[in-house]
């Protein structure tokens, strides 16, 4: 009777633990919509922290709910399966019993599996990072440690095994392990053992943070505040801040040195310093600028409100709020676009270019590629009938939010796991990327052999980022300053080392620097880790958190760009909120 009690009081905690982080997510939806809040939505805002702090507790409380449970009851634990789990490692189906006599071989057998993971790493790095994504840490030794009391309540003779010699366990030891060539980690193999990160956060905004670019030492970044800021990355000063645009930035891009100089004859620029800008925003508009001046060098009305811009030989594509994909020739004069087409039936969210190939996604979940041919772009992929790689079942279509496109078009939305798509075949695969129940991969990017995406823990409220090779999709570290919100925007260049430096945008914009071998690394640098759940192979089928409703509370629609929020006592405001609100303001 008592334990079937437990058992309901656990199911009751799980219902409990979803129904928070429902309301999480609703909240932040609400922080980002394009109107201003009501009384009642506000309400809800402004108890963000407490819903956090219960979910915590409450997570806490399953924590140790199960471990009581799984202690006194020892029999059940005597599967392989059961004791991967511990170690966090893929789950599989439960295979038949072992008997006790080899339980104890099989926990040695894992900690052995593990070990080898980092037989190449130093100790600083396998105990680094302190939290509880890290790898094989002390909790997972407890874990391990646990198992083996268990199983010898379960009825393990109490004595000492005889002991065998050296040479006889090492033999023993290499049948169990597989029966590859034995290699190197991905990490080691990379030169990613031992990596540290110096974090810098750029002061300056007051408000969300949509868009950042960076190149070299200079990043760009704006957002609802409506100005573009432009930074040196190497010091963290601020060299200027750009004002013009009206509306929410939504998008911005440092054009590379070849069109700059393409540039420069038309607006009297030097063509070997002076660095040239474009932004795109809620205000109908694209505008071109010299960073170094501070100029606006041209603007373009577009119409319709911009979500996210691209670049092509010399020409942009834009998306917009309505589904319209356009391409305007920047060499050219006149502010007519040269295309124009409804892409989308709903607003397009992220825009990426690789030669004359155009990716482009919308709210909905539609995936398009388009080939720039004769200055117009042609259709020549739609990700319709998606299937996955695993189950050949659809692919369920979610707003997208960040994109890259190195081979496949890899896409993040608000499911756990990273999306690889070959268009070509017309099949998805997933990376794992969140080990939670609820998760978004707001921004990613890729550069060199690398691909960079920002994860959100939605419990703690706290970004990582994660790092895969290309193109084996290796998972190498994870990046994680236990200091960072929901990251929404994303860019990556490289130092005046040849280092990597990473730019981040949401709630705060940081400048993430890989710190060279050969540098001194300052105090506070951040380590990676190295996590092995993320090796494992992802669940094919997410939560998809939208799909239910909470019993009080619809499930709340957002787009990550808004305009920026009114205040619901500006009377002002009120009044703009009308038919006239949900015009451009010409430019």
Same mark, same amino acid.
């Given at each position: ?32 919509? %394009? ?101 094989? %840490? ?45 290699? /190197? ?16 956060? #750029? ?105 996210? #811009? ?11 709020? /309505? ?30 270019? =690789? ?8 709210? %909905? ?49 608000? /499911? ?22 609820? /998760? ?20 703690? !409220? ?43 945008? !949401? ?34 089928? %997410? ?8 019993? =009080? ?8 760009? !808004? ?14 909120? !009308?038919? #006239? ?7």
């Amino acid at each position: 009777m008592a334990a079937k009690t437990s058992e309901i009081e656990e199911r009751v905690l799980a219902v409990e633990i979803r129904r928070l982080r429902k309301k999480l997510r609703q909240i932040e939806n609400l922080e980002v919509l %394009d109107r201003p809040l009501t009384a009642e939505e506000q309400e809800k805002v402004n108890k963000k922290g407490a819903i956090r702090l219960q979910l915590l507790d409450n997570l806490e409380k399953q924590v140790n709910t199960a471990t009581s449970r799984i202690i006194p009851t020892a029999p059940p634990l005597t599967t392989t399966s059961t004791i991967k789990a511990n170690v966090g490692g893929r789950e599989e189906e439960d295979e038949d019993p072992v008997d006790d006599n080899e339980d104890n071989e099989i926990v040695e057998e894992i900690s052995v599996e593990m070990k080898r993971k980092f037989d190449d790493n130093d100790d600083e790095f396998t105990s680094q990072g302190g939290d509880k994504r890290t790898n094989f %840490d002390d909790e997972n030794q407890d874990k391990i440690q646990t198992s083996k009391e268990v199983m010898k309540v379960a009825g393990e003779p109490s004595q000492p095994a005889p002991q065998e010699s050296p040479q006889k366990s090492a033999s023993k030891t290499k049948k169990k392990s597989p029966k590859k060539k034995k290699e /190197g980690s991905p990490v080691t193999e990379r030169g990613w053992a031992n990596v540290k990160f110096l974090v810098r956060e #750029l002061e300056g905004h007051n408000d969300l943070v949509y868009a950042v670019a960076c190149q070299g030492s200079t990043v760009i970044s704006a957002g609802r505040d409506t100005m573009v800021k432009v930074w040196d990355a190497d010091t963290g000063a601020e060299v200027r801040s750009l004002g013009g645009h009206t509306g929410t930035v939504t998008s911005l891009m440092i054009l590379p040195h070849h069109v700059c100089q393409k540039l420069a004859s038309q607006h009297d620029l030097n063509p070997e310093s002076d660095k040239l800008a474009l932004s795109g925003s809620t205000d109908c508009s694209i505008r071109l600028w010299c960073l170094n001046t501070g100029q606006t060098l041209r603007s373009i009305y577009t119409y319709n409100s911009v979500e996210c #811009l691209g670049l092509v030989g010399s020409c942009v594509v834009s998306g917009s709020d /309505g589904g319209k994909v356009e391409l305007w020739d920047l060499m050219s004069e006149e502010s007519k676009s040269l295309f124009t087409t409804i892409g989308h039936d709903e607003a397009v969210t992220c825009i990426k270019v =690789d030669g004359n190939f155009v990716v482009t996604t919308s709210a %909905d979940g539609l995936i398009k590629l388009w080939e720039l041919r004769d200055k117009s772009l042609h259709t020549i992929y739609v990700s319709e009938n998606v299937t996955s790689v695993s189950t050949s079942k659809p692919i369920a279509n979610r707003d997208i939010k960040s994109l890259a496109y190195r081979n496949y078009i890899y896409y993040g939305d608000e /499911g756990l796991n990273v999306k690889a798509l070959d268009w070509k075949k017309g099949m998805v695969h997933k990376l794992k990327h969140h080990l939670g129940d609820f /998760g978004s991969t707001g921004a990613m990017c890729t550069t060199g052999d690398l691909l960079v995406c920002a994860g959100y823990d939605l419990d703690n !409220g706290l970004a990582y980022i994660n790092f895969w090779s290309l193109p084996e999709e290796v998972y190498l570290a994870t990046l994680n300053d236990q200091d960072t919100s929901r990251v929404m925007t994303m860019d990556c260049t490289t130092t005046e080392m040849g280092e990597l430096r990473i730019v981040t945008g !949401g709630q705060e914009v940081k400048v993430w620097d890989r710190i060279s071998k050969t540098r001194y690394s300052p105090q506070d640098a951040v380590p990676i880790e190295f996590n092995c759940q993320f090796s494992t192979r992802a669940q094919d089928s %997410d939560i998809n958190s939208d799909d239910s409703e909470t019993d =009080d509370d619809a499930e709340i629609e957002a787009r990550p760009h !808004g305009r920026r929020r009114w205040s619901e006592n500006s009377e002002t405001d009120q009044q703009q909120a !009308g038919w #006239l609100g949900s015009w451009c303001t010409v430019v």
